[in-house]
């Protein structure tokens, strides 16, 4: 006798908490953010960068919070980047109008996605190239869909990562493009140096940067020389945008943890020049289980992203030993105060892109009360 599976029914999750609850009553493990941290976090970088001239791009990938871009988008930004076509999907169809993939594509099917969303009535959306290929399936999924697409050039001023190397390879790329009008049109370039986010010293990073410019500078003149312009250069971020603020090269910056912050950024030396952003992301956890030499909490690996170290209690006077799959291990320094079975703790994350991808909702709270619960994008949405 044949079995046939039965249809798989996805169960309805409730959201971790409601608008109006107290914050003490969060179903956990849950991740969440104090809105004051965050609303004056954007204020303040946003702030900097309209004084220095620059457009604020904010970093969609590091949130993946429709409703926390388009409180972005009111505070001043002028629109997002993301590094996936879901996530550009997601993000336009809650209403965000500006909208650069950070990212190449070469697959022909994401690029036909690409092509399609770019027929939306009113986005304005761009995608990074750093080979001839990516340009003819961009030029070609965009006949398809009888659409127009712009593209940014990407170079590589220092990341080794994507993008290209040498001033012919752009000056190459730039004829395809003028090729494929007009389908295709050159916006500008992609100038992303996200290792300078994190080295630690001040001078180490303005160092970096100032070597990025220089490379921009050189590509930028090239191609202008080609007869291309140049209307754009987009890069920079949470880490380093003082210092692409003050270069004079870039005219946009693509601040993602500004919003949320975490541990790795805040290992940081301190830039006398920046905002002194504070925390605003968490994940709050529960007490579970409890012996004089420690206590356990109901989040672990499931809820915190560890590539960037363990996650930190916002008391010193406890320290996280370990995660496992589902527990955080904690244990009293001197003078630490017994923790309660039940008691709701949030721990700082060493590094809040991947944390975020491990939650479903945004929990938005100021003082003691939930203000605001907002859906992430699906996991679905890194492709």
């Avoid at 959201?15 to 849950?30: I, W």
């Avoid at 050039?153 to 190397?165: A, L, N, P």
């Avoid at 960037?308 to 209690?313: C, R």
Wanted: proline content about 6%; some cysteine.
């Amino acid at each position: 006798m044949k079995i046939e599976a039965a249809p798989l029914q996805q169960p309805a999750f409730p959201p971790p908490a409601r608008p109006g609850d107290p914050l003490d009553a969060v179903d956990t493990p849950a991740l969440v953010l104090d809105l004051d941290a965050s609303d004056a976090n954007v204020a303040a970088l946003h702030r900097q960068a309209a004084a220095a001239g620059l457009a604020v791009r904010a970093h969609g990938k590091a949130h993946r919070c429709p409703a926390l871009a388009l409180r972005q988008v009111a505070a001043g930004a002028i629109g997002v980047c993301v590094q996936k076509v879901g996530e550009a999907e997601g993000f336009a169809a809650a209403g965000v109008r500006d909208i650069l993939v950070t990212n190449e594509l070469v697959d022909p099917s994401k690029c036909q996605r690409l092509a399609r969303l770019a027929g939306q009535p009113g986005l304005r959306l761009a995608a990074c190239v750093d080979d001839p290929l990516q340009v003819q399936r961009l030029a070609e999924a965009c006949a398809r869909a009888d659409t127009r697409l712009e593209v940014l050039i990407e170079i590589d001023v220092g990341q080794k990562r994507c993008g290209v190397e040498t001033v012919e390879q752009a000056l190459a790329i730039a004829a395809a493009i003028q090729r494929a009008a007009p389908r295709l049109a050159l916006r500008g370039l992609q100038a992303y140096h996200g290792r300078a986010q994190h080295l630690r010293g001040v001078a180490e990073r303005a160092d970096a940067i100032a070597r990025a410019a220089g490379v921009a500078g050189e590509f930028r003149a090239a191609l202008e020389r080609g007869g291309f312009a140049i209307r754009e250069i987009s890069g920079g971020g949470t880490g380093s945008f003082p210092n692409e603020a003050g270069a004079g090269i870039w005219t946009e910056i693509q601040a993602g943890s500004y919003a949320l912050m975490d541990l790795d950024y805040r290992a940081n030396a301190a830039d006398p020049a920046a905002p002194q952003l504070r925390q605003a992301l968490g994940v709050m956890t529960a007490v579970i289980s409890r012996r004089a030499s420690h206590a356990v909490l109901d989040g672990g690996l499931k809820s915190f992203a560890v590539d960037s170290g363990l996650p930190a209690m916002r008391d010193p006077r406890w320290r996280v030993v370990s995660l496992s799959d589902e527990h955080t291990v904690v244990e009293p320094l001197a003078g630490a105060q017994p923790l309660e079975l039940g008691q709701r703790l949030i721990l700082d994350p060493g590094h809040c892109d991947p944390t975020v991808n491990l939650h479903d909702w945004i929990v938005g709270y100021r003082g003691d009360r939930v203000e605001a619960v907002w859906p992430i994008l699906p996991r679905s949405a890194s492709r």
